[in-house]
């Protein structure tokens, strides 16, 4: 399956020079925070792994997710199309499946998963809807469409944005309005997108304004939206 691939016919950011370097984020206490708060999301939203249920991450990068679907119990695939971020997650994480791949044209068949999943995906590609019409495709009849994308008007994403910093500057970042119209063809729409600050142990208003707190969730302000959709 492996084979060169042209980043710019697909993506709009090139993560291949980052690869080495792309989960460091995830070192610093910021990226732990918003790592813990998006792995719950997705808890929330995708039921734990069968004996044998196969999950297939797009666009997993360095592999960091697809080392968390494996400790829900799937067996997972991941695909990319950054030879350098399939080279980190061959090495990093041991018992999940990876190979170069097109996002767009997924070299498996009908049905082939129980779940597909794609993790800060969608934005970084030139034709997103063509991206969930396949994982739709690869996803098994009673399975599940698992995405995460960064949130298009949460404060911290509009900040990103106002700096034109790369690789935020590049990407096409979705609202939650917009994400759900894209996934509504496959069935119904669950979605999630907490806000970090009130996950924090030492936030105050954690405790103070649980309330308060639920209905931020509600109201999808989170920097990342979790959706899930059962085909």
């Excluded at 997972?76 to 990093?92: C, P, Y």
Aim: with cysteine; aromatic share 8%.
């Amino acid at each position: 399956m492996t084979k060169e691939l042209s980043h710019f016919d697909k993506s709009l950011f090139d993560f291949g020079p980052l690869a080495c370097e792309y989960d460091r984020w995830y070192d610093t206490p910021a990226g732990q925070a918003h790592d813990r708060v998006q792995k719950e999301d997705a808890k929330r939203l995708l039921r734990s792994g069968h004996t044998g249920e196969r999950l297939l991450d797009v666009g997993c990068g360095t592999g960091h997710w697809s080392s968390f679907f494996a400790t829900m119990g799937y067996q997972v695939t991941g695909i990319d199309i950054s030879l350098e971020m399939i080279a980190v997650a061959r090495t990093a994480v041991p018992g999940c499946a990876f190979d170069v791949a097109d996002a767009c044209n997924l070299p498996f068949g009908d049905g082939a998963f129980d779940v597909v999943a794609s993790m800060a995906l969608l934005e970084f590609v030139s034709d997103p809807t063509a991206v969930v019409r396949e994982m739709a495709r690869c996803t098994k009849s009673g399975g599940s469409l698992l995405i995460g994308t960064l949130n298009r008007l949460a404060p911290l994403n509009q900040h990103r944005l106002s700096k034109g910093r790369h690789p935020y500057s590049s990407a096409h970042l979705l609202t939650a309005k917009k994400l759900r119209e894209m996934l509504q063809p496959y069935g119904k729409v669950r979605m999630v997108a907490s806000p970090v600050a009130y996950h924090e142990k030492r936030s105050p208003l954690a405790n103070v304004l649980p309330r308060w707190c639920n209905s931020l969730r509600r109201s999808l302000s989170g920097a990342f939206i979790v959706a899930e959709v059962r085909t």
